[in-house]
């Protein structure tokens, strides 16, 4: 089973302070995605990544940068945290590749609140 | 951009009942369609995928695309307590780069 792990779980961060999410995955995976988890919105993507050295923007990447400095970890970046990017975050890995292939697998998630 | 809308919201049904799960898209070009099971304070899990218009069966799990009135559905044959989650419905985009756009997702309660 694909195995992605996040850390922290839980994470309560300052107004203006820099938060960071990490993800690990040790699947081999050459796709690496963040989401948020809004109630009402359902999981909606940030940034994603096709391997080492790449990050692409999703469709609400602003206030948030991201990282993928090896094909194991990816990381997502809050410069200035604000009170609206309060929020569950996930980190999952795909493998990609046409229509069998792709599952997404999801990490436990991370609990993020800004006061 | 696409658009994928779950219903219902929530759903309550007692043990043993078929559960019948729905999700609209909005691009006909898409390339597959996943249902993913989320239970509280966990990350989704992968359940089943469909990626040619008709059916297709797993277990209890059956799914229906149509991909001319862009819509599909989940179907649970015999729920179980332990099948109470939150179901989310993923739609790939048609663009080559495994992106995927998440419904508001179903919240079901299967009551023993």
């Known amino acids: 089973e694909a195995a992605v792990t996040q850390s922290p779980r839980n994470k309560v961060a300052v107004t203006g302070g820099k938060v960071t999410l990490s993800c690990n995955q040790t699947n081999n995976h050459n796709n690496m995605y963040w989401y948020r988890q809004d109630t009402g919105h359902g999981l909606r993507l940030i940034h994603y990544?096709?391997?080492?050295?790449?990050?692409e923007k999703g469709d609400i990447p602003d206030g948030y940068k991201a990282s993928r400095p090896s094909q194991e970890n990816f990381s997502l970046i809050l410069e200035l945290a604000t009170p609206s990017q309060t929020s569950v975050y996930f980190c999952?890995?795909?493998?990609?590749?046409?229509?069998?292939?792709?599952?997404?697998?999801f990490g436990e998630g991370s609990r993020l609140i800004v006061v | 951009q696409e658009k994928v809308q779950q219903s219902p919201e929530s759903l309550i049904v007692p043990e043993g009942a078929m559960v019948s799960l729905n999700c609209s898209f909005s691009?006909?070009?898409?390339?597959s369609i996943w249902w993913y099971q989320q239970h509280p304070g966990k990350g989704p899990k992968a359940l089943i995928?469909?990626?040619?218009?008709g059916n297709k069966k797993e277990g209890r799990l059956t799914v229906y695309l149509n991909r001319a009135s862009l819509h599909v559905s989940l179907h649970i044959k015999d729920s179980q307590p332990s099948d109470s989650a939150v179901y989310l419905c993923?739609?790939?985009?048609?663009?080559?780069?495994?992106?995927?756009?998440f419904g508001a997702g179903t919240r079901l309660k299967v009551i023993a």
């Open positions: 990544s096709y391997g080492a050295g790449s990050t």
């Open positions: 691009d006909s070009a898409s390339q």
């Open positions: 999952a890995s795909g493998e990609g590749g046409q229509n069998s292939g792709n599952t997404l697998y």
């Open positions: 993923a739609v790939s985009l048609n663009t080559g780069n495994y992106k995927y756009v």
């Open positions: 995928s469909i990626f040619s218009n």
